[in-house]
């Protein structure tokens, strides 16, 4: 069965720490995997889309990075303003989309 | 603002009602996709539309149906509703593969 493992669950930084959330991911037949940002009672907003193996997106302070079994989400020099939950999602050959249950970043100042 | 629109923002219902949620898609988006998220679920995929055609099926029950009218939006019907229905139900839509979520539908089922 599909599944999407996000890692950790929380995670709190200093303004200017660096870190990366990961993103584990079993998939029959990846289609593409995406990472989006979501404030608190708000929809996702999207962020990038991954298609292959070594494949790289980088976006402000965020980075992507896709293998075959995980993605990283490299958040270089956060600020407060990042703070969010950060989900990962894969859409299997049949179009199915399975999304992880996130990681809540705080920044603090 | 992501250009999807849905209506209502809020429903409270009785246990056992049907409500319908709507959404419209960004101009140009023929697909659109139906989640919903609940504190204990997570953000789980509903169904998705490609230009009025059932294009894929994720965790719908059967008490939930939707469709994709000519004009590209898209309506969710959930009936015989339960207490474990409440949750956030969010429609996105997409010209290729970057979907764009709209603000999403608080349903409370008392």
């Known amino acids: 069965e599909d599944q999407v493992t996000q890692s950790p669950e929380a995670l709190r930084l200093q303004e200017g720490e660096s870190s990366s959330l990961n993103c584990s991911y079993t998939v029959s037949g990846l289609r593409g995997l995406f990472w989006y940002r979501q404030d608190p009672g708000k929809g996702p907003e999207f962020l990038f889309t991954l298609y292959s193996a070594g494949e790289e997106k980088e976006k402000e302070r965020l980075k992507a990075t896709l293998t075959k079994k995980e993605s990283f989400l490299h958040i270089t020099a956060p600020k407060p303003e990042d703070s969010a939950t950060y989900l990962c999602a894969v859409q299997a050959r049949n179009n199915d989309m399975r999304f992880g249950a996130g990681t809540r970043l705080t920044v603090k100042p | ?110």
Do not use: M
């Open chain 2, 1 to 110: 603002d992501s250009g999807v629109t849905q209506t209502p923002k809020h429903l409270i219902t009785a246990t056992g009602q049907r409500v319908t949620l709507r959404c419209s898609p960004r101009s140009g988006d023929l697909s659109v996709y139906w989640y919903q998220q609940s504190l204990d679920q997570g953000l789980q995929f509903l169904i998705q539309y490609y230009n009025g055609e059932e294009r894929a099926k994720g965790n719908i029950l059967e008490r939930f149906s939707a469709q994709q009218f000519p004009d590209l939006h898209s309506e969710l019907n959930l009936s015989s509703l339960e207490l474990g229905d409440s949750a956030l139900y969010f429609c996105a839509s997409s010209f290729d593969n970057e979907q764009f979520f709209g603000p999403g539908t608080r349903l409370t089922v008392l």
